[in-house]
T-cell receptor, first 114, second 115 residues
Framework: AQSVTQPDIHITVSEGASLELRCNYS??????LFWYVQSPGQGLQLLLK??????LVQGIKGFEAEFKRSQSSFNLRKPSVHWSDAAEYFC????????????FGAGTQVVVTP | DTAVSQTPKYLVTQMGNDKSIKCEQN?????MYWYKQDSKKFLKIMFS???????INETVPNRFSPKSPDKAHLNLHINSLELGDSAVYFC??????????????FGEGSRLTVL
């Protein structure tokens, strides 16, 4: 069965500091991995995705993520956060056969302090 | 132009009532979904339609009935609303097929509050 664990429920980071959000997954086949961001009262926006090839993927808003098969991880990073990065971040796993039945993690809330 | 649009954005209603949420996508996608986000922000799939055919039907009470009149529209009707139905319901769409990774494009959500 597929599952996603985001170990950090809540992270507080200073503006300008780096950010790393952790994601561990379990999936029986080749995973497709995604990070989404949800601002308050908004829908989910895709930040980046991995399905094959280069294990370091670049996304929008200056985010990147690295797929590590040996660790079943897909951690999200940003070198320097902006106040507008305060939001809820969701990691999700799916696959070619999943028909969009993604398993989402519980989310990590990011608070950015001045 | 909003890619995936849902209406209404907010619904407040009494227990026992029936309500509907509508969704439309203009992305040309062939698959649409309903996801439910509970008060703890946990997201879980409810239904999925591919080319108007129901392909995913999770363990959801039969008070919930989706309908897809065409590839661009997916509606959700809920009968006899209960307190536990209070949640944010997200519509999403994706494109399947070779070369597509099927990432989901979400609407802004419809917040349902049952009193």
């Amino acid at each position: 069965a597929q599952s996603v664990t985001q170990p950090d429920i809540h992270i507080t980071v200073s503006e300008g500091a780096s950010l790393e959000l952790r994601c561990n997954y379990s999936y029986g086949a080749t995973p497709y991995l995604f990070w989404y961001v949800q601002s308050p009262g908004q829908g989910l926006q895709l930040l980046l995705k991995y399905f094959s090839g280069d294990t370091l993927v670049q996304g929008i808003k200056g985010f990147e993520a690295e797929f590590k098969r040996s660790q079943s991880s897909f951690n999200l990073r940003k070198p320097s956060v902006h106040w507008s990065d305060a939001a809820e971040y969701f990691c999700a796993v799916g696959g070619a056969d999943s028909w969009g039945k993604f398993q989402f993690g519980a989310g990590t809330q990011v608070v950015v302090t001045p | 132009d909003t890619a995936v649009s849902q209406t209404p954005k907010y619904l407040v209603t009494q227990m026992g009532n029936d309500k509907s949420i509508k969704c439309e996508q203009n992305l040309g996608h062939d698959t649409m979904y309903w996801y439910k986000q509970d008060s703890k922000k946990f997201l879980k799939i409810m239904f999925s339609y591919n080319n108007k055919e129901l392909i995913i039907n999770e363990t959801v009470p039969n008070r919930f009935s989706p309908k897809s009149p065409d590839k661009a529209h997916l509606n959700l009707h809920i009968n006899s609303l209960e307190l536990g139905d209070s949640a944010v319901y997200f519509c999403a769409s994706s494109r399947r097929g070779t070369g597509n990774t099927g990432e989901l494009f979400f609407g802004e959500g419809s917040r349902l509050t049952v009193l």
